[in-house]
């Protein structure tokens, strides 16, 4: 396994979670939740800023699958703020990985705690993020090979991104 802080990203369509690793790569702890800023993409910049002083060796960003292994609109929107987030931090790679059930998964441990309502919308994103990360800390460790797929930081205009406005699913999807 390669030493470095990992960050995870949990990108949905108001906020974003994000969340890290130690340096040995074993555990995934929730960082932060950022506002979506659909217009002015300052949230890309946070995460950029974070890779920046965190020293991060890669982004893993959660890809919403279906249980069937189906990829949708609200995949297309995480491949582009994927896609953006790798424009932003380049030279530093980032991966897009599959979070099947990760924000479901997240709320059940934060009702588990105690944490209810209101103060679970906070947090629930970062500990999605958390629970991504984590995933694919452990899939690296068992099979040795990074997590996930290789995001390239340049977006050819029909690619996957030229569906949406800014990361944003294209109306109709």
């Known amino acids: 396994m390669r030493r470095g802080v990992r960050v995870g990203v949990d990108p949905g369509t108001v906020r974003v979670g994000v969340a890290g690793s130690d340096p040995d790569g074993i555990l995934a702890s929730p960082w932060d939740t950022l506002r979506r800023d659909w217009v002015g993409l300052l949230d890309v910049a946070q995460i950029a800023q974070i890779v920046t002083d965190r020293n991060v060796l890669e982004v893993l960003v959660g890809l919403p699958t279906s249980m069937s292994g189906q990829q949708g609109t609200a995949s297309r929107a995480a491949r582009a703020y994927a896609e953006q987030i790798a ?65 390239d930081p340049v977006s050819q205009p029909d690619g996957p991104a030229a569906a949406t406005d800014h990361g944003r699913p294209a109306p109709g999807g």
């Open 87 to 151: 424009q932003a931090v380049a030279p530093v790679p980032v991966r897009v990985v599959d979070e099947r059930l990760s924000t479901v998964t997240a709320h059940a441990r934060l009702r588990e705690a105690g944490v209810k309502g209101r103060r679970q919308r906070s947090t629930v994103d970062r500990t999605a993020a958390a629970i991504i990360l984590q995933g694919a800390l452990d899939a690296e460790r068992a099979s040795g090979h990074p997590p996930g797929s290789l995001v």
